[in-house]
């Protein structure tokens, strides 16, 4: 994650006035840690991978970054398996940065999950640029194409595209 789309994370939590967030892909924790900073003290990151040792990873740099254990709770799994677990309109926030192949099931998780005014937000969305060369491209390019048109197009949604990283979608709820 680049230091833009960190800071970009930062604001965002902070102007939604994050309690409860939900993070698809907890990765390293870098991203974790940028949400928690732009969150309120009393809010909680719900963070997702299928990979244990990547929350395990996470966890220690949380701890580093000074944040009490009870900030983020940490659940191994298949986002699609656990996001329909979660609480209809129980977050102010999504970041989704899991499996581009399966970047529209979570736009409808995330409009499941998110508060009227909370916002779900995408990394990566250029794809290196790939989103906007012609030619054929991979299946990965292909969805976050679609991604971008059914955000663009959704009644629902109020979206924005940020030129930082590799691209942040942006789009608050309506």
Known sequence: MS??????????????????????GTGTG?????????????????????????????????RAAGFASNRARFIPGHALDVLPRLADAGYDLVFCD???????????????LLRPGGLVAFEG?????RTVDSGPQPTEVIRLRELLRAVRESP???????????????????
Do not use: N, W
Request: one cysteine or more.
């Open 3 to 24: 230091p833009g789309t960190g800071a970009a994370l930062r604001v965002l939590a902070a102007t939604v006035d994050a309690k409860a967030v939900a993070e698809i």
């Open 30 to 62: 870098v991203s974790g840690i940028h949400l928690l900073h732009g969150m309120r003290p009393d809010g909680v990151l719900t963070t997702v991978d299928p990979e244990p040792e990547h929350q395990q990873f996470a966890r220690q740099a949380f």
């Open 98 to 112: 899991g499996d581009r192949l399966e970047c529209l099931d979570y736009l409808a998780e995330s409009l499941r």
């Open 125 to 129: 969305v250029f794809a290196s640029g």
């Open 156 to 174: 629902e949604l109020m979206p924005s595209l940020l030129p930082v990283g590799d691209g942040l979608l942006c789009a608050v709820k309506r």
